[in-house]
């Protein structure tokens, strides 16, 4: 199971999508391997969003292998973004500190565990701040 997101420009073109063009998409993905077990749930402890990123997402088509892909709207996309931006790295370790996420298993408990975890989060912040400075949504699964 490995997490990828990609932007689009607007929900109704993400709609429109069929699954073999999201596939084809998510080959090209910002792709942050299994670290989302761990990094959307530090996003999403962070940007007080939900446990995977956010709870306030479109399903979008068929099942992936581990559920549909998901739409994030524009507007959650500058929401969320807003507030990971503006986390110190207090914030981040404090968040961390108090995630208390099933799907984090004790790989995530060692130093390198939490490396991966780390590099996972910084490049899903990279996305949600690149899809709001130009008013995208973000489509994720977990593939």
Do not use: C, H
Request: aromatic share 8%.
């Amino acid at each position: 199971m490995y997490g990828r997101m990609i932007i689009v420009d607007d929900a109704a073109t993400a709609l429109a999508l069929s699954v073999d063009q999201l596939s084809e998409m998510f080959d090209d993905a910002v792709d942050v391997d299994k670290s989302w077990e761990a990094a959307w749930p530090l996003v999403g402890a962070i940007a007080e969003s939900g446990m995977i990123l956010t709870d306030d997402v479109i399903p979008l088509g068929d099942d992936l292998g581990y559920g549909p892909a998901m739409v994030i709207s524009a507007a959650t996309v500058q929401e969320m973004a807003s507030k990971l931006t503006s986390a110190s790295p207090a914030d981040v370790e404090a968040a961390w500190g108090a995630l208390d996420n099933p799907l984090m298993t004790d790989r995530y408990d060692d130093p390198d565990g939490k490396e991966f975890a780390m590099d996972g989060y910084a490049q899903t912040v990279e996305v949600f701040r690149g899809a709001a400075e130009s008013s995208k949504v973000i489509v994720f699964a977990i593939v």
